[in-house]
């Protein structure tokens, strides 16, 4: 047989399948809730098209355990099915065909939930797809900073902690000198730490970095941490770092080295306190 009409043949007939399938039962979109906190839930839908086929399930399921079916030609026509652990329920009164309300969610929900549709008899043909939920379980309390002292010497390497508590996933954590991010060499990574009963982890980053006059602001450092989780969780903290330094030293330094605002407030300061000396004297 000639090659160029072999080939021929086979695109034609690999064509045809094409069109049948594209023609027949196919899923169009699959969307869930996510992230979602512990505790909530969600819609999962399922969209498809029959192309005059008809459906004789459609199921979805939590990995490999199905969680519930649709089958039109049964009464009822929905069913639910336990899963070890109850990482979620279904309401089925609410539910119905591909979409389906899902609520109470654990972090054992968190996983790739699928969608499988099938046409009736005699071919049973089948089409599914996939899509990921991320539960996640927020901290109780805003971050913690820890580590600083009450005050400080100019040129002191200034060196504390910030964590927050007990999250899944452990929460990302970011510091501010000053209301501006923190210089990346400043900061110290530590790992996580999971409490071995709920799986839990606590986030902590360090922070070191010399008591410079020009970060000085009136005396003091500004430093903030934020805490957050994707975007259901977002928390800061804040702390003043101070300076024990001799007032005069101070407003020398920072007229050197505070940059653009500093001196003015200095200078407002002494304004204040000039004003006050004259009026003393005046009466």
């Not at 009450?150 to 508590?165: A, E």
Request: aromatic share 8%; net charge negative; hydrophobic share 40%.
């Amino acid at each position: 047989m000639d090659l160029a009409y072999t080939s021929t043949l086979l695109s034609l007939l690999l064509l045809g399948i094409t069109n049948d399938v594209v023609a027949g039962l196919h899923i169009t979109k699959v969307t869930v809730p996510t992230p979602v906190e512990v505790g909530n839930g969600g819609w999962l839908d399922c969209e498809f098209v029959d192309e005059g086929e008809s459906i004789y399930a459609l199921k979805w399921y939590l990995g490999l355990d199905e969680i519930y079916r649709w089958t039109p030609a049964e009464n009822p026509p929905i069913k639910t099915f336990p899963v070890k652990g109850d990482p979620l329920t279904v309401d089925t009164t609410l539910s119905n065909k591909g979409k389906v309300k899902i609520n109470d969610l654990t972090l054992g929900a968190s996983g790739v939930f699928r969608c499988e549709v099938s046409a009736e008899a005699p071919d049973f043909h089948t089409e599914s797809d996939v899509a990921t939920i991320t539960v996640v379980d927020l901290p109780d309390e805003e971050p913690r900073i820890s580590g600083a002292r009450s005050s400080y010497q100019l040129h002191d390497d200034v060196m504390i902690n910030c964590s927050s508590q007990r999250s899944q996933p452990p929460a990302s954590l970011t510091f501010y000198i000053n209301q501006e991010l923190a210089d990346p060499g400043w900061l110290i990574h530590y790992p996580t730490k999971e409490d071995p009963e709920t799986g839990l982890e606590t986030a902590t980053l360090g922070l070191r970095f010399p008591l410079r006059p020009r970060l000085l602001r009136l005396g003091s450092v500004s430093i903030m941490c934020t805490a957050s989780i994707f975007n259901l969780y977002l928390k800061s903290t804040e702390v003043l770092v101070l300076a024990d330094v001799p007032f005069h030293a101070s407003i020398m330094e920072g007229r050197a080295a505070a940059g653009p605002g500093y001196p003015g407030r200095v200078s407002s300061v002494l304004t204040i306190m000039t004003s006050g000396v004259l009026l003393r004297l005046s009466h």
